[in-house]
């Protein structure tokens, strides 16, 4: 094992070789695999096996069995990024970092939100808003609502977050 600039690297008897890169800005796990095999390395007659191993990605776990993540992704229509900068990651990260700020916080607001409440005195979010968040259900973009299993994955409640605006209704009167 070497260290790597910031990365930690080892390399395997079997040729596998893994690299590590914490980053503690976020209380999340993120994991990226690449095969350096596909199909220029196979050989006629018994093509077919790279695909298969990128097949074998999808199986599923105990806790998110086949097919989980799929529906997430139609229901919410993507996914959150690997940058850690999309608005769960940061909420999550205020709950491990500053509990004091999670625990006192009363809703959890897009910055354009916040300054909605500013200007209405009322805490609300837009279907725009809050796709960021990936914890809503997008099927219907006329009923555009918080998804039960997408938030229990996440560990947050729907009184957490703004309640939600239909599209082009404004968030309310300047006060």
């Not at 491990?96 to 700020?101: A, F, I, L």
């Not at 809503?136 to 729907?158: F, H, I, K, S």
């Amino acid at each position: 094992m070497f260290m790597a600039g910031d990365y930690i690297q080892e390399r395997f008897p079997n040729g596998l070789q893994i690299q590590l890169k914490e980053i503690h800005t976020a209380p999340i796990i993120s994991h990226w695999i690449w095969y350096r095999i596909g199909s220029r390395h196979e050989q006629l007659g018994a093509t077919g096996i790279s695909h298969w191993v990128e097949h074998m990605q999808f199986k599923g776990t105990p806790r998110f069995p086949a097919g989980t993540l799929d529906k997430s992704i139609s229901r919410t229509g993507g996914i959150p990024s690997h940058s850690g900068k999309d608005p769960v990651a940061h909420i999550l990260w205020l709950r491990h970092e500053r509990p004091d700020v999670y625990r006192a916080a009363h809703a959890f607001l897009e910055p354009c939100d916040y300054l909605n409440a500013r200007l209405t005195g009322r805490q609300v979010a837009s279907y725009d808003s809050i796709v960021a968040h990936w914890l809503t259900d997008n099927r219907d973009l006329n009923a555009v609502r918080y998804d039960p299993q997408m938030l229990e994955w996440c560990g947050l409640t729907e009184r957490q977050l703004p309640p939600l605006l239909p599209k082009r209704k404004p968030p309310g009167r300047r006060t």
